[in-house]
């Protein structure tokens, strides 16, 4: 399937590695031009290195905290015109309700549910003067059904759910559109930070962690950063311009809901 993508400009956040690259990699293979954006200098500069030479797209690599105001600047200043954003950021630390204080729900707020919508501001409105523009924000599947040991993470993103369904009925109609994605368990480094906390908490190995955690997964394994990044694309193509302000599981099934 053609979707649509080639020649369009697409910032991608946090993407040297995990599920942002597996984004990153699938809209370039759909022909975009991307702005690549990670913390980590040398694993983002060997990501656009790769990107370019096995798609042939125009790749340009920020290294900067997309979670900071001087960060999202740096992106931004490079960004340019852009047609699609994908917004992605590390998730904040596990852990219990009496473990966190108003510093730690401060900062997960600013990573995961502020940066992004400051992301929205600065790019959605070009989007709507040129009359097509897609976001995909990268949440959890938390946002369907909490989960105990995130709820750093469940109060953030549940915050930036509840904007985008407003926000994402406002700017429809100037062609842009706005969506959510919800990863469940995947083979990311997160994954297996999770599985270590696990692992920990349960005194088991890390690899029997994993069984376990497969065993809730009625796919029965850990989904991949390229289904994942292939589903994102699909969310950015001409064929999804009538999906609106949803929130898309990626999950393997793991979340039991009628909606």
Same mark, same amino acid.
């Given at each position: 399937?053609?979707?649509?993508?080639k020649?369009? !400009?697409a910032?991608?956040?946090?993407?040297?590695?995990?599920?942002?690259?597996?984004?990153?990699?699938?809209?370039?293979?759909?022909?975009?031009? @991307?702005? /690549?954006?990670a913390?980590?200098a040398?694993?983002?500069e060997a990501?656009?290195?790769?990107?370019r030479?096995?798609?042939?797209?125009?790749?340009?690599?920020?290294?900067?905290?997309?979670?900071?105001?001087?960060?999202? *600047? *740096?992106?931004?200043?490079?960004?340019?015109?852009?047609?699609?954003?994908?917004?992605?950021?590390?998730?904040?630390?596990?852990?219990?309700?009496?473990?966190w204080? !108003?510093?730690?729900?401060?900062?997960?707020?600013?990573a995961?549910?502020?940066?992004?919508?400051?992301?929205?501001? *600065?790019?959605?409105?070009?989007m709507?003067? !040129?009359?097509? $523009?897609?976001?995909?924000?990268?949440?959890?599947?938390?946002?369907?059904?909490?989960?105990?040991v @995130?709820?750093?993470?469940?109060?953030?993103? *549940?915050?930036?759910?509840?904007?985008?369904?407003?926000?994402?009925?406002?700017?429809?109609?100037?062609?842009?559109?706005?969506?959510? /994605? /919800?990863?469940?368990? =995947?083979?990311?480094?997160?994954?297996?930070? /999770?599985?270590?906390?696990?692992?920990?908490?349960?005194?088991?190995?890390?690899?029997?962690?994993?069984?376990?955690?497969?065993?809730?997964?009625?796919?029965? !394994?850990? $989904?991949?950063?390229?289904?994942f990044?292939?589903?994102c694309?699909?969310?950015?193509?001409?064929?999804?311009?009538?999906?609106?302000g949803?929130?898309?599981? =990626?999950d393997?099934?793991?979340?039991?809901?009628?909606?």
């Amino acid at each position: 399937m053609d979707l649509g993508l080639k020649g369009k !400009r697409a910032v991608v956040c946090a993407s040297s590695k995990g599920l942002g690259r597996g984004c990153a990699e699938a809209l370039a293979e759909a022909g975009c031009n @991307l702005v /690549l954006n990670a913390r980590g200098a040398e694993a983002l500069e060997a990501t656009a290195a790769e990107i370019r030479s096995t798609y042939g797209v125009d790749v340009v690599a920020v290294a900067a905290d997309i979670t900071t105001e001087e960060g999202r *600047a *740096a992106v931004l200043k490079a960004a340019g015109e852009v047609d699609i954003l994908v917004n992605n950021a590390g998730g904040p630390p596990p852990g219990m309700w009496q473990d966190w204080e !108003r510093e730690d729900f401060i900062k997960a707020l600013d990573a995961n549910m502020l940066a992004p919508i400051a992301m929205i501001k *600065a790019l959605v409105p070009g989007m709507m003067d !040129r009359g097509w $523009g897609r976001v995909v924000n990268i949440t959890s599947q938390s946002v369907k059904a909490p989960i105990g040991v @995130l709820g750093l993470s469940n109060s953030a993103r *549940a915050g930036l759910t509840g904007y985008v369904a407003g926000t994402s009925r406002q700017v429809a109609g100037s062609g842009v559109n706005i969506n959510n /994605l /919800l990863p469940g368990i =995947h083979a990311t480094d997160r994954a297996v930070s /999770l599985d270590g906390g696990v692992s920990k908490a349960q005194g088991i190995t890390v690899e029997e962690a994993k069984v376990q955690r497969c065993k809730t997964i009625p796919s029965g !394994r850990y $989904g991949t950063a390229a289904e994942f990044g292939a589903t994102c694309a699909f969310l950015c193509s001409t064929q999804a311009a009538f999906i609106v302000g949803q929130n898309i599981l =990626h999950d393997g099934g793991g979340v039991n809901a009628t909606f």
